[in-house]
């Protein structure tokens, strides 16, 4: 135990102490924010543009259709020709020039109409005017038809499904999604923990065998006992170096947010809409208070105990992969061949899950795929959120799901130890997967 | 009790590799040992066995007269072949971690520590990193590593490999201390002359089995053939040594008219050397007269020979 304690602390000092980890630590929050802080400013100078855009109305159709929004400002061409509108456009230097021509119906206005510009045009702006040759046409026909603007308006139709379960507790929309997706952020982390930290586990095997300090060290301890030391003592600096990242992002996004008044504006804005909504469909305030309420009813303790469990057999079984082929190769540009396979339970888990788990948390593939062991770990956290027992996950298939997993965990330690214990002290040949297979045997 | 090392009938297998076939070995306290044969022959696999690395399929191993158990790697040092250190960590670090790894106190292990770095004259190396240091620099500490703990038995798998030959001496002379203290020692190495003037006890090992083994003296009294080379001034060289071939067998042999000296290698019939000496002397003036004691290299390639002959 001792010794175990010895080469965790090795493993982790060795790991936080290494430069590019440090670096990474730092660094990498602040490359977050940055990023994020910079895509926000971006997009806040690009809405800030104003198009300003050459009308040339020649019909008796359009009169005051075209206003000026946040965006988009029209300047009136009255009594000129097309040739010298299109000529002053461009001088001006605006965006572009909408000509309607005189005819004598609507419909062939609409159809001769022309947007004319020097580029291509800015896709936004042209549904905004294509909304309003809609509108117009729709409007026209609707008039032929006999029937008045404001029946028009009273016709349209916004009907949402009352959903509950049986025992009468309302169900909520979109709330599976809503849960899939808090579930799925959980099996993300369990993800890419596992690449990073399998991958720093890996680099570690692969340097003691290069460095060939690895026969000194296992005639000092058992080689099980370096693996496990390993993988824990790089586990505990990926723990670190995922606090250090929580923290910091959190603390840089406040300050950065509150520095460029982004958050503030968003808010507002926020503000503003959900008050319009609020006013016009009364029930959107009942709902979100359902939703809310749903929110508050995720077991998140339930959830946050079975993610410790599903993190760490799901991590260690990983991580021995890991220190396995580390130990078969030796150098890194020979883990290709071994890394893709393991990585791909992960990468389905991840996706076949996501868009399972979304559309049904207890449909068949979902199911199955939070029972297999190397799944699990993601799928089954995906589904959780959704409660234990009636309604959500039956008890049975969570008692299956850990109990497969903790007997593959055993099964896959054991056999990463063996393969490790003899890759070990291989050197200089590129391993295949028979070779690997009889080293079972040894 | 006189052995600090015994092998049993060990065996061991990879695959449809035999690696060791029925090795018995004693090994003697308190002297050095020699472990040799070409590469590939499965000494490294049966230090392996002794430091626990792997396992026999058969056979059994005994340490300072009790079956080797776990409690053993505290007693042995050992210097693999393959080795090398931490690159990126400092030397007195990496030293006080590998000696804690081999049960020694951190207090315990920094202590001689220093003695080790101060007598081997690298104190200043402490807090150097190993990718700063040479070849041999790094070889110094890793001897220092696998001595630190005074292990009863201490293996060495060539153990010079890598040192310049100043290097080289100062740690053959660490050893041959070590030894006047108490230690037993194993090498193993395939380069037989290197360590010949070493061991006093050897073992050859050829394709998984051990063929010879035994105190080394009597090992090269029980090979000698009666071999002798003779330096002689003759006038007629070359009439004396058709004269002798006709009666024995003339291995080698050179003459130089101008200095009138014959020299030649001879395998005398019997034990009696008299007669021949004195009727050589009738002859001319014999100037040298050496009994050709076979080394480890002549012995192992004749013992590979017969053996392959009988098979």
Partial sequence: MNKLFLIIKREYIAKVRNKSFVVMTFLSPVLMVGMGVLIAYLTKINDNEKSIVALLNESDYFSNEFLTTEGTSFIHFNEINLETAKDSTLKMGYSGLLYIPKESNLEQVVARSFFYSKKSPNTSLISRLELVFQDRLREKRLQNLGVSAKDFSALKVNYAINTATFNGKQNVKGINEIKAVIGGAFGYLIMMFIIIYGGFVMRSVIEEKTSRIIEIIISSVKPFQLMLGKILGTSLAGITQFLIWILLGSLLMVIAFSFLDIELSALQNGAELTASINTTIPTMDQTMQVYAQELIDIPWFTLISFFIIYFLLGYLIYSSIYAAIGAAVDNETDTQQFIFPTILPLMLAIYVGFFSVFSNPHGPIAVGFSIFPLTSPIVMLMRLPSGIGEGGVPLWQLLTSILLLVVTFIGIVWLASKIYRVGILMYGKKPTYKEIFKWLKY | ?311
């Fill in chain 2, 1 to 311: 009790m006189n052995n600090i090392l015994v092998t049993k009938e060990v065996t061991k297998h990879f695959g449809k590799h035999i690696a060791l076939h029925n090795v018995s070995l004693e090994i003697p306290r308190n002297s050095i040992y020699g472990l040799l044969g070409p590469n590939g022959a499965g000494k490294t696999t049966l230090i392996r066995i002794v430091n626990q690395i792997t396992h026999p399929d058969k056979g059994s191993v005994f340490f300072d007269g009790e079956k080797l158990k776990a409690e053993h790697i505290a007693q042995i040092g050992y210097l693999p072949e393959e080795r090398g250190l931490y690159k990126s960590m400092k030397v007195g670090e990496q030293a006080l971690y590998l000696a804690q790894l081999k049960g020694l106190s951190k207090a315990e292990a920094k202590k001689k520590l220093k003695f080790w770095f101060e007598r081997l004259e690298i104190g200043d190396w402490w807090d150097k990193k190993i990718q700063e240091l040479s070849k041999g620099m790094a070889q110094k500490i890793q001897f220092i590593v696998t001595v630190l703990h005074a292990p009863k038995l201490l293996i060495f798998d060539e153990p010079f490999s890598g040192f310049d030959p100043i290097n080289a001496n100062i740690i053959k002379d660490e050893i041959l201390k070590l030894k006047e203290k108490g230690t037993s020692i194993i090498f193993s190495t395939h380069r037989m002359e290197s360590v010949e003037e070493l061991c006093e006890y050897i073992a050859l090992i050829h394709k998984s089995q051990k063929i010879l083994d035994g105190k080394l003296s009597e090992i090269k009294k029980a090979y000698k053939n009666n071999i002798y080379k003779i330096g002689m001034q003759v006038p007629k060289g070359e009439a004396l040594l058709g004269e002798l071939s006709g009666k024995f067998k003339i291995s080698t042999s050179d003459y130089n008219i101008v200095e009138q000296q014959l020299d030649f290698t001879m395998q005398f019939p019997g034990k009696e050397t008299g007669e021949i000496l004195s009727y050589l002397s009738s002859k001319g003036n014999i100037n040298s007269f050496v009994e050709t004691i076979p080394s480890a290299n002549e012995i192992f390639i004749k013992t590979v020979q017969s053996k392959n002959n009988n098979e």
